[in-house]
């Protein structure tokens, strides 16, 4: 594998033909110049046709409509026939079973329209059945898999229930048992409790016990057949309301003496919890990244809001620190869907790691988002609670950006998952000479790769960083070849993290990497994170496809150290004021204000 090499110094910055008419560079040009090569691309386009203008009253899936769907705790349904007729369920199986689903990359770029449609969609329509199918497509034979796809392919739906209250999302003591009968079959006991579309779908993905001994191989998942299931051993629970994502419906279903085929086990007995784990590293990079979308909407209506707010004799985004909020989000943004794209980008290049920047990603992008749309709602001022205007969509927005940060998989889980991993990769990568980077395709955003392979995700990373030693090397590379010298300057400043961080990890004890482990170490993992973070945007800026200057990799680096504390300064000036006429450039041209900078109705 080749470390990523920075391009040759292009000396003056051009400037781009639309941001000239502001007077500026288009400082995120790089980020969009690999549009043309975006995976599903059209079918991106298809989908935002579909939509329509969200500002269009009478359109049932525009803004007065999934307000209003919202309001009343339900899903859009003129939404869902939509997804249904555009056929959305093919992005969740695989092209060798007769999807459509090629990549992490590609299915986030789809469901990211839908996200910054209506969240509720995206994830009650669509996310339950990729988080289900994932473990099939992982672990299942070749018969289950073929049933859940041809399902799926023909509108249907799919659970995935993991969760019980008891246990939150450590989902290794789940209490429901799959025990053997004395016919051979399984006999179902206990419950699953707030899962999506539990009532709703055809089948469902269940995690039980298989074992009462206690163990790693004590449980297994069971692919079911909802209408196979007798009606006498089943009953669906009350459902659970939230106060996002209000129009999921989050059901629960508890389980007597419920008799179901042996052959339904996913997978060998007692690999539930390694197929999960396997699993988890495309949902966990898939989730946060259709998420971004979400974002995606909730900086169009506070830029739109804040234009239309007059103070002081002009309007709100004539205040310096306005404009500075924006282009903090904006920024935000794209370090979120920088980070996400590489890692999702890795279940290619490197399936073997993906599990370590999967957990990253969950650990990391989640907490930006909801900040980052908290901090909008501030610039909305007393405003934000009324019921009029943008303020009602906003609302929302930040109720429902909340639950990316622990459904699924929260924050801590994440973290628990990486910190045992953290001191023998500290030994075994980072500083050693030879050990491999990511090859250079990985930061070719947008561009094809073969297609990845469930079974070859593995359940750690074996000590191995690749995506750490491509800042290393890279940093190195571009200090020799002259690089943009502030660009060079981060990349210095990241590598010295990475060798106190390693620094710090030698020092971990084996009480360290279990779930008692102190704050302290905790707070080491978040230390990686920024490290893989800062690794993904440096090398994107070095593989860029053209010539445009530094600016929005400059402004992601800054608004990633103080997402970790390393500083509280604003964004300079010279950073927020290109991306702030960049930001209103896109919103006037209607153009998402993520990487793939496409053309939106949102």
């Known amino acids: 594998m080749t470390p990523a090499t920075p391009a040759a110094p292009t000396g003056a910055e051009p400037t781009d033909s639309e941001g000239a008419r502001h007077g500026v560079p288009d400082p995120a040009a790089r980020y969009s110049a690999h549009t043309r090569h975006s995976p599903h691309g059209k079918e991106i386009d298809a989908l935002e046709d579909l939509f329509g203008d969200a500002a269009d009253r009478a359109n049932p899936v525009g803004t007065a409509a999934v307000v209003s769907a919202d309001e009343q705790g339900h899903m859009l349904p003129a939404g869902e026939e939509s997804l249904t007729g555009f056929g959305l369920n093919a992005h969740f199986v695989p092209a060798a079973l007769g999807g459509r689903f090629t990549g992490?990359?590609?299915?986030?770029?789809?469901?990211?329209?839908?996200?910054?449609?209506?969240?509720?969609?995206?994830?009650?329509?669509?996310?339950?059945?990729?988080?289900?199918?994932?473990?099939?497509?992982?672990?299942?034979s070749e018969a289950q898999?073929?049933?859940?796809?041809?399902?799926?392919?023909?509108?249907?739906?799919?659970?995935?229930?993991?969760?019980?209250?008891?246990?939150?999302?450590?989902?290794?003591?789940?209490?429901?048992?799959?025990?053997?009968?004395?016919?051979?079959?399984?006999?179902?006991?206990?419950?699953?409790?707030?899962v999506a579309n539990l009532r709703r779908a055809e089948a469902m993905v269940l995690f039980a016990r298989t074992d009462p001994a206690q163990g790693s191989r004590s449980h297994s998942q069971l692919l079911l057949d909802s209408a196979d299931l007798p009606t006498g051993a089943v009953r669906h629970l009350e459902r659970f309301g939230t106060v996002g994502m209000r129009g999921v419906q989050l059901g629960g279903v508890e389980f007597t003496?419920?008799?179901?085929?042996?052959?339904?086990?996913?997978?060998?007995?007692?690999?539930?919890?390694?197929?999960?784990?396997?699993?988890?590293?495309?949902?966990?990079?898939?989730?946060?990244?259709?998420?971004?979308?979400?974002?995606?909407?909730?900086?169009?209506?506070?830029?739109?809001?804040?234009?239309?707010?007059?103070?002081?004799?002009?309007?709100?985004?004539?205040?310096?620190?306005?404009?500075?909020?924006?282009?903090e989000a904006f920024a935000d943004l794209l370090l979120a869907d920088t980070f996400t794209a590489v890692a999702a980008r890795t279940t290619h290049t490197a399936p073997a790691q993906a599990g370590v920047y999967a957990a990253a990603v969950k650990a990391f992008v989640p907490r930006l988002l909801m900040h980052a749309v908290y901090r909008l709602s501030e610039l909305l001022g007393s405003q934000f609670y009324l019921r009029s205007a943008e303020q009602p969509l906003f609302q929302k927005l930040l109720r429902d950006v909340q639950p990316s940060a622990f459904g699924h998989a929260s924050r801590v889980s994440c973290q628990s998952a990486l910190l045992p991993q953290l001191p023998l990769t500290a030994r075994r990568t980072w500083r050693k000479d030879g050990a491999a980077a990511l090859p250079e395709e990985t930061f070719h955003l947008g561009e094809p790769l073969p297609a990845p392979c469930f079974t070859d995700l593995t359940v750690t990373g074996g000590g191995r960083d690749p995506l750490s030693r491509s800042?290393?090397?890279?940093?190195?590379?571009?200090?020799?070849?002259?690089?943009?010298?502030?660009?060079?300057?981060?990349?210095?400043?990241?590598?010295?993290?990475?060798?106190?961080?390693a620094a710090d990890a030698a020092g971990l004890g084996p009480a360290e990497a279990g779930p008692a482990a102190s704050p302290y170490a905790?707070?080491?993992?978040?230390?990686?994170?920024?490290?893989?973070?800062?690794?993904?945007?440096?090398?994107?800026?070095?593989?860029?496809?053209?010539?445009?200057?530094?600016?929005?990799?400059?402004?992601?680096?800054?608004?990633?150290?103080?997402?970790?504390?390393?500083?509280?300064?604003?964004?300079?000036?010279?950073?927020?004021?290109?991306?702030?006429?960049?930001?209103?450039?896109?919103?006037?041209?209607?153009?998402?204000?993520?990487?793939?900078?496409?053309?939106?109705?949102?």
Request: hydrophobic share 45%.
């Open 257 to 327: 003496d419920c008799a179901v085929p042996a052959d339904s086990v996913v997978g060998n007995p007692g690999q539930g919890v390694e197929t999960a784990l396997r699993s988890f590293q495309a949902t966990r990079i898939a989730l946060p990244g259709m998420t971004i979308g979400l974002l995606d909407t909730a900086l169009r209506t506070a830029l739109r809001g804040a234009r239309g707010r007059r103070l002081y004799g002009g309007t709100v985004t004539d205040l310096p620190l306005s404009r500075s909020i924006l282009a």
């Open 471 to 501: 800042l290393v090397l890279g940093a190195a590379q571009a200090a020799a070849s002259r690089d943009d010298e502030a660009v060079t300057a981060q990349a210095r400043l990241w590598c010295d993290e990475l060798d106190a961080l």
């Open 522 to 602: 905790f707070g080491l993992t978040t230390r990686w994170t920024g490290v893989l973070a800062a690794a993904a945007c440096l090398g994107t800026w070095w593989q860029r496809p053209d010539a445009a200057g530094p600016t929005a990799t400059l402004a992601a680096l800054h608004r990633l150290g103080a997402h970790l504390d390393r500083h509280r300064d604003p964004l300079p000036a010279r950073l927020a004021e290109p991306l702030h006429a960049e930001l209103v450039r896109r919103f006037d041209a209607g153009l998402t204000f993520d990487i793939d900078c496409r053309p939106t109705g949102a």
């Open 145 to 194: 898999q073929a049933w859940l796809a041809e399902l799926l392919l023909s509108g249907g739906r799919a659970a995935c229930a993991y969760h019980e209250l008891a246990h939150g999302n450590d989902f290794s003591r789940a209490g429901l048992t799959a025990l053997p009968g004395p016919d051979g079959r399984l006999r179902l006991n206990g419950r699953k409790e707030v």
């Open 104 to 140: 992490l990359e590609g299915l986030i770029g789809v469901m990211r329209a839908v996200y910054r449609r209506d969240p509720c969609l995206g994830l009650g329509y669509g996310a339950g059945s990729f988080m289900a199918g994932a473990n099939v497509w992982t672990a299942g």
